[in-house]
């Protein structure tokens, strides 16, 4: 068990609170995929929980390295990013058609991609084990959550609505804004 608390290791114990993110991730696009939003939403909260714990559990037990980076960075990716936007897609989005239907699906295009595009930046920017005092930009897991409050007032602001916050949010994950480091 010594592989736990190596920081080369790819099995540290930090990189397997990511790879069960990860999990969390891909069980949420199942229930996703068979209209069971509830069971998506636990696993996705879950997935995040176990992104909050694996940053701090690779800097006090020093098992921060590129390799837990790079795999923090697609578990951010998979959960933070194609969950929630899969997710809008097929509970708001699903009964659009035509030229609505169009619009949805470039307004979750140019979210994934902004994802996309602010993660690699970070990574391209980062240091193993650094934390920086703030992040330049919404991270990924705030923009998650501001998608998860989006479709809690779908029901209010309807798939319009929806869409704009979306390319609101897809924006602010690649601006200027200074966002706090928790």
Not at 34 to 60: E, H, M, N, S, T
Request: hydrophobic content about 55%; glycine content about 8%; some cysteine.
């Amino acid at each position: 068990m010594q592989f736990l608390w190596r920081s080369e290791s790819h099995f540290n114990l930090a990189n397997l609170f990511t790879m069960v993110n990860i999990t969390c991730g891909l069980l949420a696009t199942y229930f996703i995929t068979q209209d069971a939003f509830v069971y998506a939403v636990i696993l996705a909260w879950i997935g995040g929980a176990f992104d909050i714990f694996d940053g701090k559990i690779a800097r006090k037990f020093n098992l921060s390295n590129e390799f837990g980076v790079q795999l923090d960075s697609f578990a951010d990716f998979l959960s933070f990013v194609l969950v929630p936007t899969f997710f809008i897609f097929q509970s708001v989005y699903a009964d659009l058609s035509g030229l609505a239907l169009i619009a949805a699906s470039v307004a979750s295009v140019y979210y994934v991609i902004s994802g996309l595009r602010r993660l690699i930046q970070f990574n391209i920017n980062a240091d193993a084990g650094e934390v920086a005092k703030y992040f330049t930009g919404v991270p990924t897991p705030l923009g998650a959550i501001l998608l998860w409050l989006v479709w809690l007032g779908s029901g209010f602001i309807g798939w319009m609505g929806v869409l704009a916050l979306m390319i609101v949010i897809g924006a602010l994950l690649n601006s200027k804004v200074k966002i706090p480091h928790l």
